[in-house]
Every structure is written in C-alpha cells, then in structure tokens.
C-alpha cells in the first residue's frame, strides 16, 4: 500500500473512532444502571428505563430520582439548542471568591448567567464583577461548579421545566406525522412568543430631583450676585456638611416578586418590558415555585413560568403515563387524569385497559392497574382463609389484618361479627370473653 493510500486509510479510521465516540446513547440507555436515590437498594439493577412511560421499570421512580451523572442529561443540550439558549464562553474560568477566601480561585463550573450587554470598555472585567455578585445573591450552594451537587440539581431542575420531549419529537414516543407535525407549531409559536431567557446585571440607584421646576419658554431672566464679606457666619464650612449641589434623591425598582428594591444583583426578562427586574432568588416559575433553570422563561400573562407549566396553561393536556403532550384531538380521561389512547394502560404489565375493569393504586398519582396487578402487587389476604381479598370483594380491616366479609366471624362460635362488638386474642377476632375463654380451654 502506498504513502497516500496509507494516510487515506489511516484518516478513515480515525473518523469512524470519532464517530464511535461521539455516538449518542438511546434516551432508554441515558443512565442506564444508575442507583436509586429514593428506593436504594431496592432498586435491583439500579436505572432501566421503561421505554415510553420515563420511569425505571425496576423500582417505578422517575429517572431524575435516579443518582445521574451530567453526561446522562445530554439530551438536555439538544432541546437548548432547538429554543436557541445562551451558552456563554466564560463559564470554564469563572473565578469565585467565597467569604473565608481572599484570593480568588479559577474553578470549573456547568453554568453561568448572561449578562446583559453594554458599552463597557472593560467589559470583561464588568461580566466577572456581575457573574461573581449574582451567585453571592443566588446563594453559594447554588452555584454549579463541575461534578458539585449544585450541578447535578441543574440538571434535574432542567428536565422537569423544559421536558425534552416538548420540543424534539425523536424524544417521544413514536409520533404520527400528524403528531409531529403540531408538536413542530407548537415549539415555532412557544419560540416565537413565549420563550425568553433572563440576563443579569448590577443595580445602580438613580438620582432623581425632589422639587423638579422646568420654566416656561426659552427666556432666562439676568440676575446679579454679591455678598457682604463681613456678613458671613463663621460657622458656614460645618453648616454646609450635609448640603448637595442639587436636590435629589436616589430610587431603586422594585423587585417584580417581593416587591422589595432591588439593590445588587438582579434578572431582567425584556420580553415582560423594561422594568421587568426580579432579585436572583425571586426568579421562580408562578406556578411551581422553582428557581428557573438557566434563567429560561416562558412568559403567559405578565408572569413567568417553566416549560412544563406553560404547555398546562396552554390547556394543552399532558399524557399521565408517558408524560408527553397529547396533540390528537382524541384521548382517555380516567381518574381526573389525561392519556393517550394507546397509553391508558396497567401501570405494572402494560396491558390496554380500554374497556376493562381496573383499580387505581393507592399512590398519588393513581395509577390504573388490571385485576391481575392487582391481586399480585395490592391485594390484602385474608387472615381467616388465607385467600386474596379482589378488589371486587368487601372486605374488612383491622390495621394489618383482613378478612373477607363472610369470614369476619367469631373464632369459636362462628357468629357474624359485621355491626357488633368483638374483641382480638392472638389476631383472631371473638364475639366475646367466654369464647375467648372457651377456645383457650
């Protein structure tokens, strides 16, 4: 093989190593074995990630409750790029200087605000003196430095406010063309009128003059100005301490949440209008109440919201099972929750409940479940025949203990106990003390 060939062959094989490198995970893949961080040990397996419901199959906790690392939120990136987010190229040398430390230190962070542009000579300089002030705000636990807790909560907080899967359809479960197409209008008009990102600066008190006096008509009156040197109090110079060429006083805009002035750092939104400015804690979706990921809105009637919240304002019904939007005109509303036709299925086996009987789970998200999960994962046993109690049956229950209806009976003389009174010996229930005593004898 020759020279040029060789080289040819060589740069080939590079590329396709990149390639394989750079190749993106499926989104069931993203996480896959991570721990759970609510079931623990529990979670056998750790992450696996149920193909279309964005839950973990083994331990049913969503993926963010899940010990994910930044690389498991890739997908994250792709919806910022789709919205148009800005990514600022200062965040890898962000020097933070915390209270017990003098000397600032060059740290890596995940993030760091936009702040808002001016004619600054020094503006480099102006864009450290904002980021650090915002963060001190902010709090300092909250800043996300590389690998930090602070960051792993960004990346959460990222994908419950702007789901990824309202905005790429390749993250949803196989859309329609038809589907594609309205989630394609609904991400072109949420970009176009309601998406905005928050940018951060340094309040600056402005003066403004107490007795303002403007004269009528361009003419000034001539005047002439002495003084009487002999007439002059000894004491004026302390007199004019306090004294100040105009007569002004210094204002600050208030805070758009708290309603408290604003005096160091704050956000600005520019599409809610000029004055829209919010302290950095105060920036928080209206309905949800969480700090906003990255300073992104979406703007609905002169407040501010995430991503998941504005789509419900939208009246646009989201899918209980999936969590995706449902942009078909036909659904299943079950149980005061919306899905999706083919998603109105038992929570544990999958199967399609169209038509079938089934039972909500006791969790708060009342789950629809089949008979048959039902019995395996809900059903109590009765403690008289040893049988399930189906959903179907009456039963009754005393704390930890069940019967059938028709086995709620006196423990020796087999008296129906429904409406009287009983009494427990070693958890069986008797109609009274002298058949407690009789099955004793």
Known sequence: ????????????????????????????????????????EKCVGGLNLHFWRKICINCKCRKENHDLRPEDYDEQLEVFEILGVKIPDHKNLFKYSTKNQKIPTTQQVDWVPPVLSTNDDNASKRVEKVTQQYF????EEAIPFKDSEAAIKRKELASMQIPPHDFAPEKCDNLSEFEAQQL?????????????????????????????????????PPYRAGHDLNA??????????NLTIDD?????????????????????????????????????????SQLLVDLIYF?????????????????????????????????????????????????????QLAGQQYVSDDTPNNNPVCLKCYDHYYANVCSCCTKIIAP????????????????????????????????????????????VNSANM
Not at 232 to 241: G, H, P, T, V
Not at 260 to 283: M, N
Not at 325 to 348: M, Q, S
């Open 232 to 241: 002059i109090n000894n004491n004026l110079a302390n007199n004019m301490q």
């Open 1 to 40: 093989m020759d020279q040029t060939a060789f080289q040819a062959v060589s740069k080939l094989e590079l590329k396709l190593e990149q390639n394989r490198k750079q190749k993106k995970k499926l989104k069931h893949e993203l996480g896959a074995g991570r721990p759970c961080l609510i079931c623990k």
């Open 392 to 435: 179907t049956e009456q039963g009754v229950s005393l704390k930890d203990i069940h019967f059938h209806m028709n086995c709620f009976n006196c423990g020796y003389c087999q008296k129906k106990l429904i409406g009287g009174r009983f009494c427990l010996r070693d958890r069986i229930p008797f109609c009274s003390a002298a058949c």
């Open 136 to 139: 001190e705000d902010l709090g």
């Open 248 to 288: 002004t006083q210094l204002i600050t805009l208030p805070c758009r949440a708290c309603v408290e002035p604003i005096t160091s750092a704050y956000v600005k939104a520019e599409r809610l209008g000029k004055d829209a400015q919010w302290h950095p804690k105060c920036f928080k979706c209206k309905k949800c």
């Open 184 to 220: 394609k209008k609904y991400v072109d008009n949420v970009k176009k009128n309601y998406f905005g990102q928050g940018q951060v600066d340094i309040a600056e008190p402005k003066a403004v003059s107490k007795n303002p006096f403007k004269a009528q008509g361009n003419f000034v």
């Open 299 to 351: 703007h609905f009637d002169n407040e501010i919201y995430c991503g998941r919240d504005l789509a419900e304002l939208m009246k646009i019904p989201r899918c209980a099972a999936c969590d995706e939007l449902i942009l078909v005109p036909e659904y299943t509303f079950a149980d005061e929750r919306n899905y999706h036709i083919k998603h109105f299925c038992c929570f544990h086996c999958d199967v």
